[in-house]
């Protein structure tokens, strides 16, 4: 599915994995992450996701003119949780609204894990 966006000029198409990668990589600018999981993580465990495929540990589902991202994280451990989804949130949405266009976003968070240090 994509993103259909108007203007004067004609319509442009963003691909789901375009809005995915996007989102990934605002993801990991955040502080307090130690990075992101696969979204069908099969035995449980919370694996660390490389920069090649960061899209993979984001959900994406386009509805008529709403884009709804799930994030699939894993959080440094010492920091505040809910601090840090928080600016998440809020990071992917700016840099959603800024680079692609994109305006009436929602965002769900999941922790997948809590890792001491940046053990990538």
């Known amino acids: 599915m994509e993103k259909e966006l108007k203007n004067n000029y004609g ?5 789901e994995e375009v809005i995915a990668k996007t989102a990934g990589l605002a993801v990991m600018e955040c502080y307090g992450l130690v990075g992101m999981s696969s979204r069908g993580m099969q035995d449980g465990l919370a694996d660390l996701l490389g920069l090649d495929n960061i899209s993979k540990g984001v959900g994406v589902e386009i509805a008529k003119d709403k884009v709804h991202l799930d994030l699939n994280i894993i959080v ?12 998440v949130m809020e990071r992917v949405r700016y840099t959603l609204e800024n680079k692609l266009g994109l305006d009436d976003i929602t965002i769900d968070v999941n922790v997948r894990g809590v890792r001491v240090g940046d053990d990538k």
Request: glycine share 6%; aromatic share 6%; hydrophobic share 35%.
């Open 76 to 87: 440094e451990y010492g920091t505040n949780i809910n601090e840090v989804a928080h600016n």
């Open 11 to 15: 319509k442009i198409l963003i691909d």
